[in-house]
């Protein structure tokens, strides 16, 4: 069975790490350590590994990928990282929906549809939320934001980095 992301890193002194995620699974995994867990991030987000390290997204190695490959690899993907970036001049519901207006998929509506529905459960007026500035927002309103803009791009893996 394929794996959606498998990755190894040797290390020179200690045990090794190992993750595996079988596709359509939820993990969590705890890394040993804050550079463990960079390293990780970085090499998924990149679709690159170092000389240490192998990693396999969505059943395809890395190592060798032609820059092309990459690319389609990486469309595949998404990456949620403590470093949440919005547009400071677009609000909520902008930076939400911009990636999918831009590309054309999903549609508007599919958009407010995942809008509603995740917020919903996190908060108590989902459309006062999405009508906020970035600044007008706490950070965890800000991951809520950038959380959902991860699921509307609907990725085939998502990596959420949860420096806690």
């Given at each position: ?5 498998r ?6 002194h ?90 054309g998929?999903p ?58």
């Open positions: 069975m394929t794996s959606a992301l990755y190894t890193r040797k290390q020179p200690g045990p090794g790490l190992a993750l595996a995620v079988a596709p359509g699974e939820v993990s969590r995994a705890h890394l040993p350590d804050p550079l463990s867990r960079a390293r990780f991030v970085a090499a998924v987000a990149k679709a690159r590994c170092d000389r240490d390290e192998e990693l396999e997204l969505l059943g395809e190695p890395v190592r060798g990928l032609s820059s092309d490959a990459r690319a389609r690899l990486l469309r595949r993907i998404g990456v949620l990282s403590p470093a949440v970036t919005l547009i400071t001049s677009l609000n909520a519901w902008e930076n939400i929906s911009l990636p999918a207006t831009y590309h998929n549609s508007t509506q599919r958009v407010a549809e995942i809008s509603q529905e995740v917020l919903g459960a996190f908060v108590e007026d989902p459309a006062a939320l999405l009508a906020r500035l970035p600044e007008q927002l706490g950070p965890l309103q800000r991951r809520l934001v950038a959380f959902v803009r991860l699921l509307v791009s609907g990725p085939e893996l998502a990596v959420v980095d949860n420096a806690d």
